[in-house]
């Protein structure tokens, strides 16, 4: 079965600094697709960012980025330039390809704190 | 689209009654997952459904709980008895049949019970 870690329980960062969130995850399939989720306080889960494992270049989007190493089986995300709103929990997600979609493994989620 | 819709937004309850969340997931979608999110086991899956038929419900914790999709527009998430333990925010996602595609998440029930 696959598997998903996040080992920072809480994070903080600056405001205008750059803050990474890691996760690694266990799994023998070949194909599948990493996410970022982001879970502000209203509740909301929101996609951040897509990762298919077949590609080697690195998702970006916009100031959020992220450096998958699929040997190691890691998957941090970047944040550049931190805002306020950033604020929340991040939720690291592994799907299996050619499953059923939208058929998520989270991590534990890290929470995000921003300082002004 | 107005996106995955769920009701309520709250509930409490006390112990030992029927506890019924609703969901409508986004036009279209063949896909509808229930997943769960408690502070010790984190987010997890419960039942998924594929074009209105359960596909894996192995994640429901207990036949107190029980899932319906009567049509591709509706979902329920039904708890009889409910215990304390239930507690938790109940969150219905939504995704199409194409590859690679994420789940969408409604805003989740907050449920109490006291």
């Known amino acids: 079965a696959q598997t998903v870690t996040q080992s920072q329980p809480e994070m903080s960062v600056q405001e205008a600094e750059t803050v990474t969130l890691s996760c690694t995850y266990d799994?023998?399939?070949?194909?599948?697709?990493l996410f970022w989720y982001k879970q502000p306080p209203s509740r909301q889960m929101i996609l951040v960012i897509r990762?298919?494992?077949?590609?080697?270049q690195n998702a970006t989007e916009n100031r959020f980025s992220v450096n998958f190493q699929k040997a190691a089986k890691s998957f941090s995300l970047k944040i550049s330039d931190s805002q306020l709103g950033d604020a929340a929990m991040y939720f690291c997600?592994?799907?299996?390809?050619?499953?059923?979609?939208?058929?998520?493994?989270f991590g534990k989620g890290t929470k995000l704190s921003v300082k002004p | 689209d107005a996106g995955v819709i769920q009701s309520p937004r709250h509930e409490v309850t006390e112990m030992g009654q029927e506890v019924t969340l609703r969901c409508k997931p986004i036009?279209?979608?063949?896909?509808l997952f229930w997943y769960r999110q408690t502070m010790m086991r984190g987010l997890e899956l419960l039942i998924y459904?594929?074009?209105?038929?359960?596909?894996?419900d192995s994640g429901m914790p207990e036949d107190r709980f029980s899932a319906k999709m009567p049509n591709a527009s509706f979902s329920t998430l039904k708890i009889q008895p409910s215990e304390p333990r239930d507690s938790a925010v109940y969150f219905c996602?939504?995704?199409?049949?194409?590859?690679?595609?994420?789940?969408?998440f409604g805003q989740g029930t907050r449920l109490t019970v006291v």
């Open positions: 799994t023998s399939e070949s194909d599948y697709y």
């Open positions: 990762q298919e494992a077949y590609k080697q």
């Open positions: 996602a939504s995704s199409p049949y194409r590859e690679g595609t994420e789940a969408f």
């Open positions: 459904f594929n074009n209105n038929v359960p596909i894996d």
């Open positions: 036009s279209g979608h063949d896909y």
């Open positions: 997600a592994y799907m299996n390809y050619g499953g059923s979609q939208g058929n998520l493994i």
